[in-house]
């Protein structure tokens, strides 16, 4: 969830919605109630190739472990982004780690506990993974409307890929998985990838506050966090624009711990509460861009065969 953040209040493409199907409790082939493999899709450049790169990413959560897996679809995708990393979490008074260990996967919830710097406290994240029956779904079940709000439909991977046929379905056992994430308080999270070249919290404030060339109102907010609340961190909201959703950038000044000087980073934010995806049939659209292992393998034959 770099940079891109769902804001309460603020409608954007990634709050979700089902529509025209009911939520169904399927575990899908994932093997167990202590292992969940979610699995997405991916785009980059391939630079030999000289053309673009699609790779299918299984992230893997088992209790006690958490795994990558990249296939290459169309050449050669570029994982440099891909974030496995522990994180830096900061809150209200509070600095801590959310580690790859410890992790508890019960059916398709996953939790990751994240503990308090020097301390064995710690502080619950959760994500449970809401499940929606894709069976014989085509590309044409969504449909983009002039405006964000007038978008219907369930959107998958079908829809991301042009070439593919609109009469192409998926296969019965096929399934997506939508996160709803419940957190004990509201924290930013980043790591060294999210390191930026900036040299001080403002730095990153007139850039954050210059990533848009339209009219789209915006708010900055700036703020302290972690212990005794000394880091500096900030948020930089745009509103919704025309057809466009709401954006949420992230940044803080924190001590870099190979470096005496302060590092700049963008960070991704979590909300207290649950954070739960919308799921009125009526109002808007459903990201099923995250699915099971029979949607996965049908996708990857389908781009395999028309890219």
């Not at 969504?142 to 079908?158: E, F, K, Q, V």
């Not at 934010?269 to 799921?279: K, R």
Request: glycine fraction near 6%.
């Amino acid at each position: 969830m770099n940079r891109l953040i769902v804001i309460p209040s603020i409608f954007s493409i990634l709050v979700l919605s089902l529509v025209g199907c009911e939520e169904e409790d399927i575990y899908g082939s994932d093997g167990g109630s202590n292992k969940i493999v979610l699995t997405r899709f991916a785009n980059s450049y391939d630079n030999l190739a000289n053309d673009s790169a699609t790779a299918r990413i299984d992230e893997i959560y088992r209790t006690g472990a958490h795994e990558i897996k990249i296939e290459n679809i169309v050449n050669n995708y570029s994982n440099q982004n891909l974030n496995n990393l522990d994180k830096t979490v900061l809150a209200d008074n509070f600095e801590g780690r959310l580690e790859n260990k410890d992790i508890e996967v019960n059916g398709r919830t996953v939790e990751r506990p994240i503990y308090e710097k020097n301390s064995n406290n710690k502080l619950t994240y959760e994500t449970t993974y809401k499940t929606l029956n894709l069976s014989g779904l085509r590309a044409n079940s969504y449909s983009a409307g002039t405006t964000i709000d007038s978008s219907r439909g369930i959107i998958t991977d079908l829809n991301n890929y042009s070439r593919i046929p609109v009469d192409a379905q998926f296969p019965a056992g096929s399934v997506c998985y939508i996160p709803v994430v419940k957190s004990d308080r509201s924290f930013l999270a980043f790591n060294e990838k999210n390191r930026t070249g900036y040299t001080s919290i403002n730095r990153w404030i007139e850039a954050a506050e210059d990533r848009f060339r339209d009219d789209r109102d915006y708010r900055t907010s700036q703020f302290g966090t972690g212990v005794d609340n000394k880091q500096k961190a900030a948020q930089v909201t745009f509103f919704e624009y025309r057809n466009q959703p709401a954006y949420q950038y992230n940044g803080v000044e924190h001590l870099n711990s190979n470096n005496s000087d302060n590092a700049i980073y963008e960070a991704d934010y979590v909300a207290s509460g649950t954070t739960n995806p919308n799921t009125d049939s009526i109002r808007g659209v459903v990201d099923c861009t995250i699915v099971n292992e029979v949607a996965a393998d049908f996708l990857a034959e389908q781009i395999s065969r028309y890219y």
